[in-house]
């Protein structure tokens, strides 16, 4: 997203994200911890974790923090911490002049709005992830998922996934029946298929 591009406010799509994200990371069990996710990187401990590094920086961005100096990982999995840091988010960024003010972030200088439809496309996506490997339902916020699917396809595009600095994978082709947040995974690079469960497909 670039500077002289303004996207649509993100914040109420970053509420009902984060609300999601909050009720999955509630419900995970330590017997989990260890299970893989569908982001080769990451167990569910540590996708946990980053989820949370991801609202800290959500967090700080309005404050005037770098977060490029910012951990990518927190230090551990923390759902009542995850919620905490989001409502203070919720807080920070409810200035509007926040959305069109310019800030330094990983992939450039973008406006405000360019950088919070940044952090809700990341929570969705590993959202997405945690909600597969653990389980649980991975289609809770639809509306949501088709707003991001959109700015997504607008501002990641697909030919720029050759890039070695876009931290993107080449876009998987949806499978039929595949619900916006997993058509959002799937933008991302996600090979989604072997982690929807057959009687739902």
């Given at each position: 997203m670039n500077a002289q591009t303004t996207p649509p406010d993100p914040r109420p799509v970053f509420a009902a994200a984060t609300t999601w994200v909050t009720e999955l990371l509630s419900a995970v069990t330590a017997d989990q911890f260890a299970a893989p996710t569908p982001c080769d990187d990451f167990d569910v401990r540590t996708l946990g974790a980053h989820l949370l590094a991801t609202a800290q920086r959500a967090a700080a961005l309005p404050a005037g923090v770098d977060v490029r100096s910012m951990p990518f990982i927190a230090d551990r999995f923390d759902a009542q911490e995850y919620a905490a840091?989001?409502?203070?988010?919720?807080?920070?960024?409810?200035?509007?002049?926040?959305?069109?003010?310019?800030?330094?972030?990983?992939?450039?200088?973008?406006?405000?709005?360019?950088?919070?439809?940044?952090?809700?496309?990341e929570s969705l996506v590993h959202g997405w992830d945690l909600a597969v490997a653990t389980g649980q339902p991975s289609e809770a916020v639809p509306k949501a998922a088709a707003a991001t699917l959109a700015i997504a396809r607008q501002f990641i595009p697909a030919e720029i996934r050759e890039d070695p600095n876009v931290p993107f994978g080449v876009v998987v082709e949806p499978r039929a029946g595949a619900g916006p947040t997993e058509t959002l995974a799937n933008w991302s690079g996600r090979r989604s298929a072997a982690w929807i469960p057959a009687a739902t497909r």
């Open positions: 840091v989001v409502a203070r988010a919720l807080e920070l960024w409810s200035d509007d002049a926040t959305l069109t003010a310019p800030v330094q972030v990983p992939w450039g200088e973008v406006p405000g709005a360019g950088a919070l439809w940044g952090y809700v496309n």
